[in-house]
């Protein structure tokens, strides 16, 4: 499995080294503490969160039980991530 995000703090790869293959991020910025602001979801999984980038397009992450999915959407918003978050947190 190859796991992609956005942007993320130096270093992150490690903490995720037993579940993915490959790990990639667009961007690591040096100080890099959070994506910025963030829309808390309720009703997803064990947590979940939408982080938008504007122009429809964003990242969507949800914490079921045992496993962990991102979904990047170019075009939508919240309104596509959501669902197919839950799509695949429900497939694991």
Same mark, same amino acid.
């Not at 808390?40 to 979940?48: C, E, L, M, S, Y």
């Not at 918003?77 to 839950?86: F, K, Y």
């Given at each position: 499995?190859?796991? %992609?995000? *956005?942007? &993320? *703090? #130096?270093? @992150?790869?490690? =903490?995720?080294?037993?579940?993915?293959?490959?790990?990639? &991020?667009?961007?690591? *910025?040096?100080?890099?503490?959070?994506?910025? !602001?963030?829309?808390?979801?309720?009703?997803? $999984?064990? !947590? =979940?969160? @939408?982080? /938008?980038? %504007?122009?429809?397009? $964003?990242?969507?992450? !949800?914490?079921?039980? /045992?496993?962990?999915? $991102?979904?990047?959407?170019? !075009?939508? %918003? #919240?309104?596509?991530?959501?669902?197919? &978050?839950?799509?695949?947190?429900? =497939?694991?």
């Amino acid at each position: 499995m190859t796991l %992609g995000v *956005p942007v &993320a *703090p #130096l270093g @992150w790869t490690r =903490a995720f080294h037993d579940v993915a293959d490959k790990c990639i &991020a667009v961007d690591t *910025p040096t100080g890099f503490r959070a994506v910025g !602001a963030h829309e808390d979801i309720d009703d997803v $999984g064990v !947590a =979940a969160l @939408w982080q /938008d980038f %504007g122009d429809g397009s $964003g990242l969507f992450l !949800a914490q079921g039980e /045992d496993y962990f999915v $991102g979904v990047t959407v170019a !075009a939508g %918003g #919240l309104a596509v991530g959501q669902p197919v &978050a839950e799509a695949l947190l429900d =497939a694991l």
